[in-house]
């Protein structure tokens, strides 16, 4: 069968590398991918699949029938990008000024797609159904809450999902054993002060100061508080406050985002954070106002699934094509929600350009795919996903 699946993806290549380009070319944001969702829909209507439109709001799903098997195999792709100017010369560059790809997600919707074309193409059915999602949102993480609360994932008993990964060279898949990203929660903190005379500080309450002192001791605190061995990482992206430079500011409020691997670490952060925030502030007579909220837990990948996707991957691409990865990322992913329903593994795709000294990271406007690394990433998610029902009674 890996000979099948080969061969039609082969076949296939030049066709996915058009539609990767085509959906390259034509970006949209989080919660507004209609053009997207309806290509989506039209490529996946020509393969005879099942096609479900405006789920999760622009999302799509369509399902591929399989024998007598009553569960459910969920391949997961998303489709939005991001608010980041292109600046890559291509023939098929974003034509939306102000958007582009820069994370990959025209490659994962392009490699679903393909995964649903090759098995359509199978002389005999799968053992069960397969469900293809196609997600929006994931940069907002939301899309996955949307997918959800549409029913995506009812009856499901495992779901395969795929990242981009730019300093992996295109044809290699990277694995990781437990924990693939971080949870990412938002934090936001208004330090509420009195104003007065920038030259009288002291018949004052200086919200800009206080402010100031919250950011440095939850700092300095991460490191001598908080086990080394389970990392936290807290950032204050934004800062807003003070209405005139000899006014001393009563109102200082801070943004931010809270990553942590553990989940023991994660459930004590919003009690340990307001306890740093009240002890800075109660010297100095100031308030405070806190909203922690939670986002997405980590990615926590099924060994089973894990290890069979990692056979997969060696299996037809070589062992020398597969990589172990050993330290989790602390950037974030929705596709984590799906695991509070299902089993799942996620794998990291190379895409990066085996001859340059520089692969751009994800989020950067000259990032760029090699697109040898699509055909590597369909035989990969396509094999993973009939194997999966040739070995389901052992998972």
């Known amino acids: 069968m890996l000979s099948q699946i080969t061969a039609i993806a082969t076949t296939l290549t030049p066709r996915l590398i058009e539609i990767r380009r085509h959906l390259h070319s034509h970006p949209e944001l989080s919660g507004q991918e209609y053009k997207t969702a309806a290509y989506v829909a039209g490529v996946l ?9 405006l789920v999760g709001k622009t999302g799509v799903v369509a399902e591929l029938p399989g024998a007598e098997d009553p569960r459910i195999l969920a391949v997961r792709a998303d489709m939005d990008a991001l608010p980041i100017p292109e600046r890559v ?6 034509t939306q000024l102000g958007i582009m790809h820069a994370c990959g997600h025209d490659v994962h919707t392009t490699v679903g797609l393909g995964t649903a074309m090759v098995l359509s193409q199978l002389e005999l059915p799968l053992a069960g159904l397969t469900r293809f999602i196609f997600q929006p949102a994931e940069e907002t993480a939301q899309g996955a809450r949307w997918m959800i609360d549409d029913g995506v994932m009812e009856g499901v008993s495992a779901v395969l999902a ?6 992996m060279p295109a044809r290699t898949i990277g694995i990781r054993y437990g924990a693939l990203t971080a949870a990412a929660d938002d934090l936001e903190i208004t330090i509420l002060g009195e104003s007065g005379h920038g030259a009288r500080p002291h018949e004052a309450i200086d919200a800009i100061w206080i402010a100031s002192q919250v950011v440095t001791t939850l700092q300095q605190s991460i490191s001598r508080t908080q086990n080394p061995l389970h990392p936290i990482v807290l950032t204050i992206g934004q800062i807003t406050g003070g209405r005139a430079p000899n006014v001393i500011a009563d109102t200082v409020k801070l943004s931010g985002t809270v990553r942590s691997l553990h989940p023991d670490t994660r459930n ?3 009690q340990w954070i307001e306890t740093i925030v009240a002890g800075v502030c109660q010297p100095y007579g100031a308030k405070y106002e806190l909203t922690y909220h939670r986002g997405v837990p980590s990615v926590l990948n099924d060994p089973a699934l894990t290890e069979l996707t990692a056979r997969c991957a060696s299996e037809a691409l070589g062992d020398d094509c597969l990589q172990i990865i050993h330290e989790p990322s602390l950037g974030a ?7 509070e329903h299902a089993p799942g593994t996620m794998f990291r795709l190379g895409v990066g350009f085996r001859d340059r000294a520089v692969n751009y990271p994800l989020h950067h406007p000259k990032f760029e795919v090699d697109e040898s690394a699509i055909a590597a990433g369909v035989i990969t998610m396509a094999y993973a996903s009939y194997r999966y029902w040739q070995t389901v009674t052992a998972l």
């Open 45 to 53: 209507s020509s393969c005879g699949l099942r096609v479900q439109e």
């Open 268 to 270: 004590h952060l919003p």
């Open 333 to 339: 992913e929705d596709f984590s929600l799906y695991l």
């Open 89 to 94: 010369e291509l023939d098929f560059a974003s």
């Open 162 to 167: 795929l990242h981009a990964y730019p300093s």
